[in-house]
Structure formats: structure tokens, C-alpha cells
């Protein structure tokens, strides 16, 4: 199987003031499947923390994800240890300054697919 790249798209909403831009970023294909089932893992990884740091830098008000969060088969319950792995862990000096995430499930992230 072939890993998406992980893409990072900003769009700037301006207001009258340009200096108060509303930054909407938007993800995708953000999860890693796990090391020993990804020879490409190394490079994966790199790739995902290069977007989070293109995230960090650019000040993005909101972050849209457009799913596969979860390689390769989704969370198996509420308090599944992959949330903390593939998302809360990774994103979370944003999430402690309160930016918001908005989430879209894709085909990995639901159900064991």
C-alpha cells in the first residue's frame, strides 16, 4: 500500500485589517501506520513533523483535518491509546494554546476498516 503524503493547505481570510487574517489550515492523511508495518515510517514521520512545524509557524486559528488519522484501522474504543499517538501527542502544543481541530473521519479511521 502506498502512504499519502501528509499536505498542509492555509488559506487566509482577511478582514478589513489584513493584519487580523483569520488562518484556517487544513491536513490530511496525518496518521502513521506503525513501524514494524511501514518501511517507510522513518520518512513518514519526518514528513508529518515538517507540516506540524509549517502548523506551529504559521499561526493557524483552526485546523481542519480531512481525515486518515488512524492507520490503518481506525480507534477501537473512546479511550484507545492511538488518539494519544496519532493525534493529541503530535498536535499538542497547539492544542494547548486552545486551537481548535476539526475532524473529518476518513476510510482509516472508522470502525477497522
Not at 517507510?40 to 483552526?62: G, H, M, P, T
Request: charged share 25%; net charge neutral.
Amino acid at each position: 500500500m502506498v502512504w499519502a503524503r501528509v499536505f498542509l493547505i492555509i488559506i487566509f481570510l482577511f478582514k478589513s485589517d489584513p493584519l487580523q487574517a483569520y488562518r484556517m489550515c487544513f491536513i490530511g492523511d496525518s496518521g502513521l501506520r506503525a513501524k514494524k508495518k511501514n518501511p517507510k515510517y522513518d520518512r513518514n514521520f519526518k514528513d508529518r513533523a515538517f507540516v506540524i512545524k509549517q502548523l506551529e509557524d504559521s499561526r493557524c486559528d483552526a485546523v481542519y483535518v480531512a481525515g486518515d488519522i488512524f492507520y490503518p484501522d481506525g480507534l477501537s474504543r473512546g479511550d484507545d491509546p492511538e488518539f494519544e499517538d496519532q493525534l493529541a501527542s503530535p498536535f499538542s502544543s497547539m492544542l494547548k494554546k486552545g486551537v481548535p481541530f476539526f475532524l473529518v473521519l476518513g476510510n482509516h479511521d472508522y470502525m477497522f476498516n
